[in-house]
């Protein structure tokens, strides 16, 4: 197996994101892992970024494409909300978003979901895959660790959830990409959009559930190595 870490290969955020509609608005969810070939770039990246005060986008793939895409819709945003004189609703916001990815898809490789509340439609979520296609849904996963999230999605999702259902089932649900999926990690950030405006919420690693398998987190590796060896088994 070939252990090189190659620092100098792009940055790209193989990661987990996540929209969930609930009875009221949207709640978006994120890890916070960005690696470069097999190395973590940075453990505690973004990855939930603001178009508008009511607005946000989850972004997945090549860092560089999703920010660049990012801040072009943010600047056209605020273009648009000069010339109307009201903010931009949820649709012109994924609509710009997939001109930019449809237009350029031989070029980018990123996968977007849009979030957010107004005053016409209320919540609504839309996914942006690689190529551009505009999918509006109910709830939307993205990135490497959706691969083991459609199931649990399947069976957990339901329609007319309050705020904190839909915020627990995100959660939920990114810690246990986090423990399957190598490119998922770090910390769960979530945003929750709806008529009251934006709250953030932010869960470290050492505070979310532990999966089958997985460790208990340690502030060093010698405390690992240091731990007592498990009692044989008496046959």
């Not at 890890?31 to 972004?59: F, H, P, W």
């Not at 109910?138 to 999230?149: A, D």
Request: aromatic share 8%; proline share 4%; hydrophobic share 35%.
């Amino acid at each position: 197996m070939d252990l090189n870490m190659n620092v100098n290969a792009p940055h790209s955020m193989g990661t987990t994101i996540i929209g969930v509609t609930y009875n009221g608005g949207v709640v978006l969810g994120a890890d916070s892992r960005t690696s470069t070939g097999m190395y973590v770039a940075n453990r505690a990246s973004e990855k939930i970024t603001q178009l508008t005060d009511n607005v946000y986008v989850c972004r997945s793939g090549s860092a560089a494409d999703s920010q660049l895409v990012s801040d072009y819709v943010r600047y056209f945003l605020h273009q648009h909300t000069i010339q109307l004189g009201q903010p931009a609703t949820v649709k012109v916001a994924a609509n710009l978003i997939r001109l930019l990815s449809y237009n350029n898809k031989n070029m980018l490789q990123t996968g977007l979901i849009v979030g957010g509340w107004d005053k016409y439609e209320g919540g609504k979520i839309y996914g942006i895959p690689l190529g551009g296609t505009l999918v509006e849904q109910p709830f939307t996963i993205g990135g490497s660790g959706s691969s083991y999230l459609y199931g649990f999605f399947d069976q957990a999702w339901k329609e007319g959830m309050t705020k904190d259902e839909a915020e627990q089932l995100v959660v939920k649900a990114v810690s246990l990409a986090i423990a399957r999926d190598g490119a998922s990690g770090g910390v769960v950030r979530t945003v929750i959009i709806n008529s009251e405006g934006v709250t953030r919420n932010f869960y470290p690693g050492d505070k979310l559930q532990l999966w089958h398998d997985e460790l208990e987190p340690q502030n060093s590796l010698l405390d690992i190595l240091n731990a007592p060896s498990p009692e044989p088994m008496n046959i």
